[in-house]
């Protein structure tokens, strides 16, 4: 059987039968569910536990066995002995344990990804293999060992090849979500996945170079090799921007795991996001580290003593409040070192304490409890006291705090004696204003050290109250079925009853702004100011990053240019890894020689970038002689792309980055094209796609960073540099632009633009 039909029918029963395990084990979870769910809620409370134990662990194996349903086996590897070892998405045994598929993170799969011919241990050849939904549509063989006699059988059946699995996958078209590269991983993107849990790596690498998709194989990774420690923990991704977020939500899925927590870091504290956009200046300065300071400042500011003490009468007796007795109840609250609402108790608590005892001082007797617990609820009733307790220790929120910071101008040069006076005016806004995205770290660094403001902290006590009693009951439930001496603790069977499954975790995780995470993926963190750190590293006191980027494409004017800078003092010299991707699998060789040699002109920082495939014609320059008819030639362009890249099945993406300034014109413009040139129910199904999935996108340079497209417009280059706030943040900006496309590039300018900015 050395024919390449045959070849493809022996794959087809292998797959078959790896489909035919997981059909088996989804309809045998399925029926445990449904027997658990049928119980209903009767019995004692053990066996209630037990039910409800139960059906969230086959709800969680239900979501895992159906999300690896697309492409569950992609390789193979022959040894010296003959043997065969299928790898896929997840790990296969039969009913008698028999292996039939192993899953690609485990130690046995990793030769598929790291063997060459100079180091390929017992491994003499791979095979990748193709599937179209179920059936084996190809088979692709690289040979390890010259001498082994698979070499032989591989060329007569025409499956000998190199690396013709990575190259088809690189030519397909876009489809909005971004896909997973398991069947393709590359040895250099494989030790970065594989590195130690416990150091924070770095991966820095040019466009296409994969960094995103290794750091979410990474997290894959880790979550299975690491499964106790991280599976209560949770992993937390942060990116850039929702539509990112929507484009990768596929990907850990398809991989074999749920549950892990995605946000942005406008949106990172619960309840809260930041909708508004800052000056590139004002987030910079918002960003800067000695804004610590500031917050800081702010807080200590609303801890002071009353310039008018009040005395109270009580009894007949005046009960004065003096300076002293303040200082030393503020004294006693910050010796607790609590956050500023939790050490608010003690101060308020000291301070009537040292009022009650001025009372008692005036009388020639001892006074009884009830005396004394009497005086104590009338200083507390008393408005004038609580008022000047108010003053002496403000209770606060964070919200509050940085609304009051932007909105009084002499507070901010109090508490930022570093900031010039152009810039306290630039941060200035209403009263009342919403909050930005660059003052969620802010916010946040103000909600870490005032604590919950105190209607929180009683709410978090009845919560409290809550939990010890459900504990209790799980105790006692473990007492009464004999279960547990240390394998199952009350902690883990009451999460348990409350749903707390990976999904769960995740939920909880994303609804508790405190919560500490196992692992943090950072994606595009070259953009991160020290701020947006300090938020991230309060969430990961163990510092286990995997941090994604490129110093070449940074916007921000208070991101990261050189990594060191920015790593050393967050987790010290020598104490992380910067691993390189060197390799472009997204341009073509043509697209990115001119964005590299741009970009090397305007002095960034390149990645050592050798694109895998050539692509004749795939960059094309146009320049317009009259300017008003750049958006009927801009229109035109993108519609000949239209025809060739995006289909009615959904597949296939378009860019025109542009102008911010350009882009209503465009958008116009480009629409009346389609209108015109495409069926009335094609351009209605264009039409009727969202922001997050739609097939023709026209947008500025900030929109598009982490995403890629078939074919990409470039616009009026020199007018996307113009607006940028720097040469620097333009170069790194119009980089980015260039370096989307999959298959093809216009630059389309007029020649006015073009003599401002050659290219």
């Keep these: ?18 489909y035919h395990r997981l059909d088996a ?22 066996q209630r536990t037990e039910r409800d134990s139960f059906a969230t662990m086959y709800e969680d194996r239900l979501t895992q066995l159906r999300a690896v349903e697309d492409r569950l086996v992609f390789g193979r590897l022959d040894d010296v002995r003959g043997e065969r070892r299928y790898i896929g998405r997840i790990g296969l045994s039969s009913e008698r344990h028999e292996p039939i598929l ?56 025409g499956t000998l090849t190199g690396e013709g699995a990575l190259l088809a996958s690189l030519s397909s078209r876009r489809t909005g979500k971004m896909a997973d590269i398991v069947a393709t991983i590359q040895a250099e993107q494989d030790r970065i996945i594989r590195a130690s849990l416990d150091r924070p790596v770095v991966v820095q690498g040019g466009p296409g170079t994969g960094k995103t998709a290794v750091a979410l194989h990474r997290a894959a ?33 398809s991989l074999g795991e749920t549950g892990v927590v995605s946000r942005t870091m406008a949106d990172l504290i619960p309840g809260v996001r930041g909708e508004a956009l800052d000056t590139p200046r004002n987030a910079m300065l918002k960003g800067d580290r000695r804004m610590r300071a500031v917050i800081e400042n702010a807080v200590a500011f609303r801890e002071r003593v009353p310039a008018n003490m009040p005395v109270t009468r009580i009894n007949g007796i005046n009960v004065p409040m003096r300076r002293a007795d303040i200082e030393q109840a503020q004294i006693d609250a910050h010796r607790t070192r609590q956050p500023h609402n939790k050490a608010r108790e003690t101060f308020v608590h000291d301070a009537l304490i040292a009022m009650r005892n001025r009372y008692v001082e005036q009388l020639d007797y001892t006074p009884e409890q009830a005396e004394l617990s009497d005086v104590m609820l009338q200083l507390r009733m008393n408005d004038e006291v609580r008022h000047a307790l108010n003053i002496a220790w403000l209770p606060m929120t964070g919200p509050w705090l940085i609304d009051q910071l932007f909105s009084k101008p002499a507070q901010l040069r109090r508490f930022a004696p570093w900031l010039n006076d152009a810039d306290v005016d630039a941060l200035m806004r209403p009263k009342g204003s919403a909050l930005t995205r660059s003052d969620i770290p802010l916010l946040d660094e103000a909600m870490e050290l005032l604590g919950p403001d105190p209607k929180t902290i009683a709410r978090q006590a009845a919560a409290n109250a809550r939990r010890g009693q459900e504990e209790q009951f799980a105790k006692d439930a473990l007492a009464q079925s004999g279960v547990g001496g240390g394998i199952v603790s009350s902690s883990m069977l009451l999460d348990e009853m409350n749903g707390m499954g990976s999904e769960a975790v995740a939920q909880r995780a994303g609804s508790d702004r405190e919560w500490t995470y196992g692992h943090i993926v950072v994606d595009e963190a070259q953009e991160l100011t ?39 003092p967050l987790f010290g010299a020598d104490r992380w ?75 296939g993406r378009v860019a025109i980055i542009a102008p911010q300034g350009r882009i209503p014109a465009l958008r116009e413009a480009i629409r009346e094209q389609l209108r015109q040139e495409l069926e009335l129910d094609e351009f209605a199904r264009l039409q009727a796609q969202g922001s997050w999935d739609e097939q023709v996108s026209v947008c500025d340079t900030e929109m598009v960073k982490g995403l890629e497209y078939d074919a990409v417009i470039v616009v009026q280059p020199a007018q996307i540099e113009e607006e940028a706030p720097s040469r620097i943040v333009a170069a790194s900006d119009l980089y980015v632009a260039m370096t989307r496309p999959t298959q093809r590039l216009l630059i389309v300018r007029t020649c006015d633009d073009a003599d401002q900015l050659p290219l």
């Design 1 to 18: 059987m050395s024919s390449y039909s045959s070849q493809l029918h022996e794959e087809q029963a292998a797959v078959s039968r790896a």
């Design 530 to 568: 020290a701020m947006d750190w300090r938020m991230l590293i309060r969430r990961c006191p163990s510092r286990s990053f995997t941090i994604v980027g490129d110093v070449a494409q940074t916007a921000a004017m208070g991101g990261t240019r050189r990594w060191r800078d920015t790593m050393d």
């Design 221 to 253: 990774y880790l979550l299975y090799t690491h499964r106790r420690r991280l599976e209560n923990a949770g992993v937390l991704v942060v990116g850039p921007s929702m539509a990112f977020l929507h484009y990768i939500d596929q990907v850990l899925p």
């Design 25 to 46: 084990l989804r309809s045998q979870a399925r029926d445990r569910l449904d027997a658990v769910r049928s119980a209903g809620s009767h019995g004692s409370p053990t």
């Design 577 to 651: 890894d910067l691993d390189e991707l060197t390799i472009n699998y997204r341009n073509p060789q043509e697209v990115s020689n001119i964005a590299s040699d741009f970009a090397a002109r305007e002095g960034l920082y390149i990645s050592t970038l050798n694109a895998v495939r050539a692509l004749p014609d795939s960059v094309a320059r146009i320049e317009i002689k009259d300017a008003e008819l750049l958006g009927k030639a801009v229109a035109h362009h993108a519609f000949k792309l239209v025809s060739q890249f995006v289909s009615g099945d959904g597949t």
């Design 102 to 157: 192993t899953d690609w993170r485990a130690e046995a799969a990793r030769p598929f990804y790291e063997a060459t011919p100079s180091n390929h241990g017992d491994i003499v050849m791979r095979r990748h293999i193709t599937l179209n939904f179920r059936e084996v549509v190809g088979i692709e063989d690289e040979v390890l060992d010259v001498h082994a006699e698979q070499v032989d059988r591989a060329s007569s059946a």
